[in-house]
């Protein structure tokens, strides 16, 4: 990587030449986990061949699974799938612009979709585990997942609801949309209201897509990513935590411990940093858990807020993608002013 781009890849972390303390190996671990982070910020980076060509064998390696032709289904919002004929060895975005292309989408319009690996749980719940990386090799991560019983389905890649509006002239598109918005409705994820649900309910019968995405963008949380219960530390430690991802915030509805809700909004404007760390097993030693820190200026003051929640990095992509859409809005308004 730095033949290939020099000083615009981070340090490497030093590597100690003694034996290491529990400590020591613990600490190199987390510095190598954020380099790895941080090497994946750059697209230029993660675009490459020489990036994509180590990843491609790294994850066929790992797994033992050759290059070879496979069926792959990728699941829309509405329940049902498209079968493709793929390569063991093809990256999400190369299956991607294949699907989307298949569908119909016109080729601009692709950057705004994006592959996710789902649940459906017995009791109708749904879970989004993670956003596939563009250099991810989906059908191997879909074996090496298979105790999660997990499906590769496409979704909608922005954060900013009025963006809709770029997608609405092309049929296929405004399905996919419309697919997402019923499906978050029906798995309340979207907070209507009473005369918005009624309104919602009429504009589905009628099968009129354009006005029910009217209006469904004025509903709360709309936009938003909902995560799986957490658990948090703020405003004290084993706080339990709904969190809605969306609209340049992090929306917790929190459990105290004295049975009281409490809700609260953290803006991405006042955010400085955030690190995804593994920091090992449950209790039940079941699953690894993952920590997500925040570092957040609470009334003037900075301050660590950590998140515990097995989608630490779902929530990364969502904040990284977030600010990319304000940088990208900011200038453009500036060109235009």
Not at 43 to 65: A, E, H, P, R, W
Request: with cysteine.
């Amino acid at each position: 990587l730095r033949q290939a781009f020099g000083s615009a890849v981070p340090a490497f972390p030093p590597k100690f030449y003694l034996a290491m303390t529990k400590s020591m190996a613990d600490e190199r671990q987390s510095q190598l986990e954020q380099y790895l982070q941080n090497v994946t910020l750059d697209s230029n980076i993660t675009n490459s061949d020489v990036f994509i060509g180590f990843f491609q064998k790294l994850q066929q390696d790992t797994f033992n699974i050759q290059t070879q032709r496979a069926f792959l289904d990728v699941y829309l919002a509405d329940g049902s799938n498209i079968r493709l004929d793929i390569q063991t060895s093809d990256t999400a975005q190369k299956i991607l612009e294949v699907t989307l292309c298949k569908m119909g989408l016109s080729r601009e319009l692709i950057k705004y979709f994006s592959f996710f690996f789902f649940q459906d749980h017995e009791d109708r719940s749904l879970s989004v585990v993670k956003k596939v990386a563009e250099f991810e090799l989906p059908y191997v991560s879909l074996q090496s997942m298979k105790e999660l019983h997990c499906k590769l389905g496409i979704r909608k890649w922005y954060m900013d609801p009025s963006l809709d509006t770029l997608l609405m002239n092309c049929r296929p598109s405004l399905s996919l949309l419309y697919m997402q918005a019923i499906q978050e409705v029906k798995k309340n994820w979207v907070k209507p209201t009473e005369k918005q649900k009624k309104e919602l309910e009429f504009l589905q019968k009628r099968s009129n897509k354009e006005k029910f995405l009217e209006l469904i963008r004025e509903t709360r949380f709309y936009g938003y990513i909902r995560l799986d219960p957490c658990i948090c530390d703020y405003p004290e430690e084993g706080c339990s935590a709904d969190i809605y991802v969306g609209n340049n915030e992090i929306n917790c509805c929190i459990k105290l411990p004295t049975n009281q809700t409490k809700e609260v909004t953290f803006k991405i404007n006042r955010l400085r940093s955030w690190q995804v760390t593994f920091v090992g097993a449950t209790e039940d030693g079941e699953d690894d858990t993952l920590e997500l820190r925040l570092e957040y200026n609470d009334s003037g003051t900075w301050q660590w807020i950590i998140l515990y929640t097995k989608q630490a990095f779902l929530l990364s992509s969502c904040l990284k993608k977030m600010i990319s859409e304000q940088m990208t809005k900011a200038a453009k308004e500036g060109q235009e002013m």
